[in-house]
């Protein structure tokens, strides 16, 4: 007993040590520097004619109040977001049987894959500056200097990397989803907080509607096929009696 627990433990000190760097090991270059290459390219997207505009305009904008001033920050931190996917983990790994364990080790390469798709390829490659970057008039939280809104004249240098897709939405959709197809009682919560730090990333000001579903998409795109897969497995593990269908 000691021994597992031991190893649990190690288990859970290599994905803390994992989950920072995968959210950093992919860098992409300042919005500011790429007018050429995201500017024209998503114009027709980020005009105020546009849907993606009036939307992101309808919940940055028209669907601010005090509560969601207080609340939206602190749900959007990634290092919150982190700790939601660790303890979920965590819990899986002490408590969660040998099932448990096996959905655990399959969120690894799975939160890996998510991040590194959505911010070490898709936004390098579609080059999307965010909101709070090419709107004027758009409310943006800063951080330390708290709630601002962007200048109507000279807008630009407020975040440092590309909008498309959301890694936030694609990381917390892939975790929360493939959990809640493996324990269907905690499918209705787990999606909940997925929509509700989704939902953060457009109201604090740093990500438009589309770049949202797209990481929620990216987000069912991965996990689903690896629930698919993974309850096929476990499936034959019960049949060999190394799980107990019960757990």
Same mark, same amino acid.
């Given at each position: 007993?000691?021994?597992?627990?031991?190893?649990?433990?190690?288990?859970?000190?290599?994905?803390?040590?994992?989950?920072?760097?995968?959210?950093?090991?992919?860098?992409?270059?300042?919005?500011?520097?790429?007018?050429?290459?995201?500017?024209?390219?998503?114009?027709?997207?980020?005009?105020?004619?546009?849907?993606?505009?009036?939307?992101?305009?309808?919940?940055?904008?028209?669907?601010?109040?005090?509560?969601?001033?207080?609340?939206?920050?602190?749900?959007?931190?990634?290092?919150?977001?982190?700790?939601?996917?660790?303890?979920?983990?965590?819990?899986?790994?002490?408590?969660?049987?040998?099932?448990?364990?096996?959905?655990? #080790?399959?969120?690894?390469? !799975? =939160?890996? $894959?998510?991040?590194?798709?959505? *911010?070490? %390829?898709?936004?390098?490659?579609?080059?999307?500056?965010?909101?709070?970057?090419?709107?004027?008039?758009?409310?943006?939280?800063?951080?330390?200097?708290?709630?601002?809104?962007?200048?109507?004249?000279?807008?630009?240098?407020?975040?440092?990397?590309?909008?498309?897709?959301?890694?936030?939405?694609?990381?917390?959709?892939?975790?929360?989803?493939?959990?809640?197809?493996?324990?269907?009682? #905690?499918?209705?919560?787990? !999606? =909940?907080? $997925?929509?509700?730090?989704?939902? *953060?990333? %457009?109201?604090?000001?740093?990500?438009?509607?589309?770049?949202?579903?797209?990481?929620?998409?990216?987000?069912?795109?991965?996990?689903?096929?690896?629930?698919?897969?993974?309850?096929?497995?476990?499936?034959?593990?019960?049949?060999?009696?190394?799980?107990?269908?019960?757990?």
């Amino acid at each position: 007993m000691a021994k597992e627990r031991i190893r649990q433990t190690f288990l859970i000190f290599i994905v803390l040590a994992m989950l920072p760097a995968a959210s950093s090991s992919a860098p992409t270059p300042r919005a500011a520097d790429t007018d050429s290459l995201s500017g024209a390219a998503w114009h027709k997207f980020q005009n105020e004619s546009s849907y993606d505009t009036r939307i992101f305009r309808f919940i940055n904008t028209r669907l601010a109040n005090r509560a969601f001033d207080t609340v939206m920050p602190v749900i959007t931190d990634f290092d919150r977001s982190k700790i939601i996917i660790l303890l979920s983990w965590s819990a899986l790994v002490i408590f969660g049987g040998p099932k448990g364990k096996w959905a655990a #080790l399959a969120l690894i390469p !799975l =939160l890996v $894959a998510s991040d590194q798709i959505s *911010s070490g %390829i898709m936004k390098p490659l579609f080059q999307r500056s965010r909101p709070c970057e090419v709107l004027g008039g758009a409310r943006f939280w800063s951080g330390s200097s708290g709630w601002i809104t962007t200048s109507f004249e000279a807008v630009r240098g407020y975040k440092s990397s590309f909008s498309f897709p959301s890694g936030h939405a694609a990381n917390i959709t892939t975790s929360m989803l493939f959990l809640g197809l493996v324990y269907r009682k #905690l499918l209705a919560p787990l !999606l =909940l907080i $997925a929509a509700t730090v989704s939902f *953060s990333r %457009i109201y604090v000001g740093v990500h438009w509607p589309l770049d949202v579903a797209a990481g929620i998409t990216l987000g069912i795109i991965l996990s689903v096929p690896s629930y698919i897969i993974f309850s096929r497995l476990t499936k034959k593990k019960e049949d060999s009696g190394e799980i107990n269908p019960g757990q």
